[in-house]
């Protein structure tokens, strides 16, 4: 039996009309700049934090004890909660956001989502370049995350929306892929900016997010609703025009007329955020959209993200050297990203869940056992250039395995799990959880390693061991299956099927949407 089918409990995956086209691709890529501003945020922190000019306007205590003693504790020198609070509370109203914009996107449609985080990240780009004190940094980094929250609560829906079944895996990933196109432009900025003679290199640095934000303003203005939205909001006919347009066929009916009941369902489901959290039926759904942003953030992403800089530096790599390091991770991330947007659709989620999560064990275990070779737990001590270069290396490989498994896969596999009903309040939990989580990293990873040391990278790789056997034994795989059909995936599955099976009876009451053509054998 074909894995599609076996997907679906041996019924073949309804072949809807239409294909990729122009349009698509266009549209596809314009929401996806959202990723960039998102990206941009996550890279572009670290480097600035190891700017000696920022440090010393904004954190001299910071800068004094890192210039001090050369000799000191290797993991304690840069732990200051000002300084990760700078890093870190963007993602706090982030979180805060998602939680906001998951209402504005089901009543007002995704659209409007992107374009209030694109103006909300503009002001705070403009702010931040600016800054002369701690409170203007921090007010900016708080805009920047309100942008980013709506930004990341809304695209994922729209692409999971707008994209034909058999490319929405793909189309999703466009999503990280701008992600990491953001992380990797942010590198190279700090690189060219941290030379700057004046030591004004950081506001060029902080500035530029503005242009991320202006483009996802601008597209945008232009991007058309997703039917699933128009229909939300109750216009059947423009919807089914829009479809049309969007799969470049006018035979859109076998999908319009799913769409119309997931609709009428979903329309009858008031307040879904309390019955995600409460009803048994959408256990599958809670758990997915909580524990996957919670695994993605603990695998220690974000500690290479915000902190490879600050790392390297931290194991006595100079600060050129550690910026070009950075970069090298950077530029993987993007091209291993691309692997996943090839594998997804034709091999699956879970195969490439479970091989990046051995690969990023691996490389974590040799990354803590060389610190904890070459600095002990007095963290004094140096790397040879040679341990350097494999530390980069196997670094590189996390970043790497991450790319193409819980990187992307952790947008979009929540997304397309959540029928229509819940999914805007879905994609707020699984975009809050992942924020909130970030956010914990940003703070403690620097008092982390300064507490556990080289032990820090050996717990980030027992939590890797504990999320591979959790996919391996409880996420179905999804790929192909149409959206509107999920719910059968979960009733076959053998764990979950125990919770999906309620959902017969209330699909009557407007649960669920009512399959058109789900027939269990
Ligand atoms: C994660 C980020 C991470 C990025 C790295 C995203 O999927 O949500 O936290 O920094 O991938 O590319």
């Known amino acids: 039996m074909a894995r599609d089918e076996e997907a679906t409990g041996g019924r073949k995956p309804p072949s809807y009309g239409g294909e990729v086209n122009a349009f698509i691709v266009t549209t596809c890529i314009v929401a996806a700049f959202g990723g960039l ?11 600035v934090t190891s700017m000696d ?28 909660h000002l300084l990760t609070l700078f890093t870190s509370s963007l993602y706090l109203s ?24 694109g103006l909300v990240f503009l002001a705070g780009a403009i702010i931040n370049a600016a800054a002369v004190n701690v409170a203007m940094l921090i007010v900016g980094r708080l805009l920047l995350g309100v942008g980013v929250g709506f930004c990341n609560q809304s695209i994922p829906v729209y692409l999971s929306e707008i994209a034909p079944a058999k490319w929405r ?61 128009i229909l939300e909001r109750g216009d059947a006919a423009k919807a089914k025009q829009m479809l049309q347009k969007i799969r470049g066929t006018d035979d859109v009916d076998a999908e319009f007329e799913d769409l119309v009941r997931a609709s009428a369902a979903a329309k009858k489901i008031d307040r879904p955020m309390r019955r995600l959290l409460t009803e048994r ?9 909580t524990l996957i ?15 490879a800089p600050v790392l390297f530096k931290t194991l006595g790599l100079g600060q050129s050297a550690s910026l070009m390091s950075s970069l090298i991770t950077g ?5 291993a990203t691309f692997v996943s947007i090839y594998v997804a659709d034709r091999f699956g989620r879970r195969s490439l869940f479970l091989e990046g999560g051995i690969q990023m064990i691996i490389c974590q275990v040799v990354v803590g056992g060389m610190i904890a070779g070459s600095f002990g737990t007095s963290g004094t001590g140096q790397l040879s250039t040679a341990a350097a270069v494999l530390v980069v290396v196997f670094v590189t490989g996390f970043v790497m395995a991450f790319a193409w498994s819980w990187g992307p896969m952790g947008w979009l596999v929540p997304t397309e799990i959540c029928p229509l009903e819940l999914r805007s309040a879905g994609q707020a939990m699984n975009a809050g959880v992942n924020m909130f989580f970030t956010f914990v990293i940003g703070q403690f990873f620097l008092s982390l390693l300064c507490n556990l040391k080289f032990g820090l990278f050996f717990l980030f790789a027992a939590f890797v061991v504990v999320m591979t056997g959790f996919i391996y034994f409880f996420l179905p795989e999804t790929r192909n299956v149409p959206i509107e059909d999920m719910g059968e995936v979960f009733r076959r599955h053998w764990f979950w099927q125990k919770y999906a099976a309620v959902d017969d009876d209330d699909n009557n009451k407007g649960g669920s949407a009512p399959r058109r053509s789900v027939e269990l054998k």
């Open 37 to 47: 501003i998102f990206g941009y945020d996550l890279g572009i922190s670290g480097g």
């Open 293 to 307: 942003p919670f695994f993605q953030q603990v695998t220690g992403i974000n500690v290479v993200m915000f902190y």
């Open 94 to 117: 982030a979180l805060v956001a998602c939680m906001c914009a998951s209402t504005i996107t089901r009543k007002y449609g995704r659209k409007l989502s992107m374009l209030s985080g």
């Open 331 to 335: 530029f993987f991330n993007v091209v």
């Open 281 to 289: 039926r959408y256990r599958p759904q809670l758990v997915f959209c």
């Open 169 to 229: 895996g793909a189309m999703n990933i466009g999503f990280q892929m701008m992600i990491t196109i953001g992380i990797l432009a942010a590198n190279l900025v700090n690189y060219w900016t941290a030379k700057i003679e004046s030591g004004n290199g950081w506001r060029i640095s902080l500035g530029l997010a503005a242009v991320p934000a202006l483009m996802i303003t601008v597209g945008s203005l232009f991007l058309p609703d997703t039917p699933n939205s």
């Open 53 to 80: 000019s920022f440090l010393m306007k904004f954190f001299p205590s910071v800068y004094r004890k890192e210039v001090a003693d050369q000799n000191q504790n290797m993991y304690c020198k840069f732990d200051s």
